[in-house]
C-alpha cells in the first residue's frame, strides 16, 4: 500500500527564517511527486512536480527536492503570504490512477 | 478558461436527503476524481473516472455515486445524506501530466 507522511504537521516561523518541510514516501513505483499549496477556504494548487531522484525545481522562495524515499520543500527566507497549508501526493506506475496525499504541513509565517 | 467550477459552494442537508454537487472543466482533461478534506484526515479519493462513461471508486466511496457522460462533467450524488458525510468536497480534473487542478470546494453539513 502507498504511503505518504509529511512532517511537521504544523510549523511557525519568523519572517525571514529559513526552514524545510519532509514528504516521504513508500510506493511500488514512482511516476511522479506533486506538491500543492492550499489557502484556507480554497482547493490546493500545484506548486511542483519531480520525478526522479536527484531532481530539482524552484519557484521564487521555494525549492523542492526528490530522493529514492523522500521530498523535500525548502522555503528561503519566507514572508507571511507564504501562509499556508502545503500538500504532497505521489502518483505510482503501473497503471493506476489513483494518487496518494500527505495529510500535509500547516505553514505560519509570521511579520 | 474556467478551470474547475463547482457548485454549490455551500450546502447543508438534513439526515436521509439526497443531493448532486456538481463539477465542471473547460480544460478538455480525460481524468476527474472527487475529493473529500476532514481535519487531521488529509484528502481522500471518493470516486474517480479516466474518460467519459468510464467511473471507478476510489479509497472511500459508500453513499456517494458518481456518473461521467460529458468529458466536462462530474456530478457527486448523496444518496442518503449521513451526518459523518458532514465535509468539504472537492473536484479535481488532470490531463497527460497527472497534475491535478481543483475546484474551489463545497462545504457540505448534515445535521
Known amino acids: 500500500e502507498d504511503q505518504v507522511t509529511q512532517s511537521p504537521e504544523a510549523l511557525r516561523l519568523q519572517e525571514g527564517e529559513s526552514s524545510s518541510l519532509n514528504c516521504s514516501y513508500t510506493v511500488s513505483g514512482l511516476r511522479g511527486l506533486f506538491w500543492y499549496r492550499q489557502d484556507p477556504g480554497k482547493g490546493p494548487e500545484f506548486l511542483f512536480t519531480?520525478?526522479?531522484a536527484g531532481e530539482e525545481k524552484e519557484k521564487e522562495r521555494l525549492k523542492a527536492t526528490l530522493t529514492k524515499k523522500e521530498s523535500f520543500l525548502h522555503i528561503t527566507a519566507p514572508k507571511p503570504e507564504d501562509s499556508a497549508t502545503y500538500l504532497c501526493a505521489v502518483h505510482p506506475s503501473g497503471g493506476s490512477y489513483i494518487p496518494t496525499f500527505g495529510r500535509g504541513t500547516s505553514l505560519i509565517v509570521h511579520p | 478558461n474556467a478551470g474547475v467550477t463547482q457548485t454549490p459552494k455551500f450546502q447543508v442537508l438534513k439526515t436521509g436527503q439526497s443531493m448532486t454537487l456538481q463539477c465542471a472543466q473547460d480544460m478538455n482533461h480525460e481524468y476527474m476524481s472527487w475529493y473529500r478534506q476532514d481535519p487531521g484526515m488529509g484528502l481522500r479519493l471518493i470516486h474517480y473516472s479516466v474518460g467519459a462513461g468510464i467511473t471507478d471508486q476510489g479509497e472511500v466511496p459508500n453513499g456517494y455515486n458518481v456518473s461521467r457522460s460529458t468529458t466536462e462533467d462530474f456530478p457527486l450524488r448523496l444518496l442518503s445524506a449521513a451526518p459523518s458525510q458532514t465535509s468539504v468536497y472537492f473536484c479535481a480534473s488532470s490531463g497527460v501530466s497527472d497534475t491535478q487542478y481543483f475546484g474551489p470546494g463545497t462545504r457540505l453539513t448534515v445535521l
Open positions: 519531480l520525478y526522479s
